[in-house]
């Protein structure tokens, strides 16, 4: 073989072992793992996010061993011009292109966000908040506004009965507006016929049931006593006697912590004071979930016109027909209380 054939032959092979190496390097850093992470982990873009913010994240968060990796590999799908918002899901031992792909795409996981156990407007705001980008100032200032719970057919004082409790799945970078129509739109499917009519036969509105169910679950959380404490209410409401609902009167003094109603607290001169007020208060004292919203609107049939907490504070009650009988059960509770050093 002549010297320069066998040269050409060297060059040839040290040529396609270099591009074998650079090859391989290549393949390595665009799918081989690139993940940092033993258990699946979330990168959260926010809303108007650049590449470098998406960058420092990762950085931040140190969910890769090799950002450099990622970098170069988002640079040449284009991902720096198509970033899109959102919550994703980071899977241990993804390579870079596995992830560029998802955040190009949008393959966002959802969030879960459970409403319950809120009373005023700021405690949804705040909750919302907490799982979503939502801001809660923001939203704040959309529940607080009239004209928008207008627009959803509510006043301000009634628009907490839009949200229904339950657990929603969301994606992340859900806005103020998207989640206020969101929950429009649950709201619309809770409300059937078959509860529309029920309402109706009660002679209540859907605004009217909520804000009763609100009461009877700042009664009870007993759901056994709960149809029999709308039931209570329903037949006060039915011949026009107040209802004397202790919650409202919390409510009002913006005192739900006090485990004794005083004879003092009925003064408070306040719309939400069920004593000095015949009817139902302006709107809900609570966001009432779906267990006491079908106790109003399947209330027990009876004719108790009272009720009272047990004396053995079981969270059940004693219910009465005649005032009477209430006192005697009343009494009872209030030693009860006595007993134990309960004065407020």
């Not at 596995?98 to 966000?113: H, I, K, N, W």
């Not at 809900?284 to 047990?310: G, Q, S, W």
């Amino acid at each position: 073989m002549r010297k320069g054939l066998r040269w050409f032959l060297v060059i040839l092979v040290v040529l396609i072992g270099a591009a074998g190496v650079w090859g391989w390097r290549m393949w390595s850093r665009v799918f081989a793992p690139v993940t940092a992470v033993e258990e699946p982990r979330y990168l959260l873009v926010p809303t108007g996010a650049d590449f470098a913010q998406v960058l420092d994240s990762i950085s931040m968060n140190g969910l890769l061993r090799d950002v450099d990796a990622f970098r170069w590999t988002a640079e040449r799908k284009n991902y720096p011009a198509r970033i899109r918002p959102g919550r994703y899901r980071i899977e241990p031992g993804a390579s870079a292109n596995a992830l560029v792909d998802r955040l190009r795409s949008g393959e966002q996981d959802p969030v879960r966000l459970t409403l319950n156990n809120i009373k005023w407007k700021h405690e949804l705001a705040s909750k919302v908040a907490a799982k979503l980008e939502c801001d809660s100032a923001r939203l704040m200032g959309l529940l607080q506004d009239g004209a928008v719970a207008a627009s959803y057919g509510f006043r301000s004082e009634t628009f907490i009965a839009m949200f229904i409790p339950d657990t929603y799945e969301f994606w992340w970078n859900t806005g103020p507006e998207a989640f206020l129509d969101r929950m429009a739109g649950e709201y619309k499917r809770f409300w059937t016929t078959d509860r529309q009519a029920r309402a109706s036969a009660l002679g209540l509105s859907q605004n009217e049931v909520t804000t009763l169910a609100s009461i009877v679950q700042a009664e009870t959380g007993k759901a056994s006593d709960a149809p029999l404490i709308a039931g209570v209410y329903l037949n006060r409401l039915r011949i026009g006697m107040p209802l004397q609902a202790d919650p409202t009167l919390k409510f009002a003094l913006g005192a739900d912590s006090i485990s004794r109603v005083l004879n003092r607290d009925k003064l408070v001169d306040s719309p939400y004071n069920t004593y000095r007020n015949l009817g139902l208060p302006p709107g809900p004292i609570n966001m009432p979930e779906t267990r006491f919203l079908n106790a109003v609107l399947n209330p027990a049939k009876h004719d108790f016109l009272y009720f009272c907490a047990r004396s053995d504070l079981s969270g059940h009650s004693d219910f009465a027909r005649t005032y009477e009988q209430h006192m005697v059960n009343a009494r009872r509770y209030q030693r009860a209380l006595n007993e134990r050093g309960i004065f407020r």
